[in-house]
């Protein structure tokens, strides 16, 4: 599996799930353009962590949810590499709490951040790839968007909304040779999910048959495939990886 001279951008790549997404690509031989919003700090840390193993990395700062943020940096990125070749998106948050309680807030800042931001983001690639007649867009759900969670309706929402979103652009983009697929990470140690509680996170692994949570790098690997040539012909389809907690 070679990602030798594909210029790839990972939204919110600088921590968590992205941030190993970044150095997987970077692995294969792309060169990744990390996302951040708010961290600048630990978008150069995934950077250096790539270049110091030889790969091809550079940050850069925008807003998903903003659209003239992504306008800019989009641009400042075909000025300087011609071309993305790979997007993945991955940049999401949450702000849990149950229907009765939602705020408007919460509800329109997981839904701009976590499926406007999709689209806008495929928006901004896609007649560059359709025009090269070669693109990969990878969309991370969640098990949430199949299975739905109390305390997550807006994200849940959100990441439902990313799989008819998904289906939909794959069919438009098929025939210009660029694949739209998803993955549905289930309960994945990052900083999303470390400050559950013991209990909480208990009572999670009791629901994976496999007992433990997974890792960033489990997420990467099923990225890097959809990336590569190897699913040149799978579109439109989401990789469940979450030890099997949703079937
Ligand atoms: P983290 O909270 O660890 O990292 C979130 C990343 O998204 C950071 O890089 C952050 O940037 C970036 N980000 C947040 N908001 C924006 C924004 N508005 N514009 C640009 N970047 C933004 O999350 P995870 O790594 O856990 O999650 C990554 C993806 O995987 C999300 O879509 C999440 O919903 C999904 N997922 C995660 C699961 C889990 O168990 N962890 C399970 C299922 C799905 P910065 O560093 O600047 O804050």
Redesign the pocket.
Known sequence: MSLSGKIAVV?????????AICQRLAALGATVIV??????A??EETVKSIQNAGGKAESI??????PEEIETAFKKILDAHGRVDILVN?????RDTLLMKMKDEQWDEVLN??LK?VFLCTKAVSRGMMKQRWGRIIN?????GFAGNAGQAN?AAA?AGIVGFTKSVAKELASRGITVNGV??????????RNLSEEITNTIKGEIPMGV??E?ED?AGAVAYLASDDARYVTGQFIHVNGGMFM
């Open positions: 939204t919110g790549g600088s921590r968590g799930i992205g941030r996302n951040y919003v708010s961290n600048p630990a978008a700062q925008f807003n998903v949810a903003t991955n940049a999401g948050i949450t951040t976590n931001g991370i759900t969640s098990v949430i994200y990441k549905a990470p289930g309960y994945i140690v990052t900083d999303m999910t949570l997974g960033a997420i």
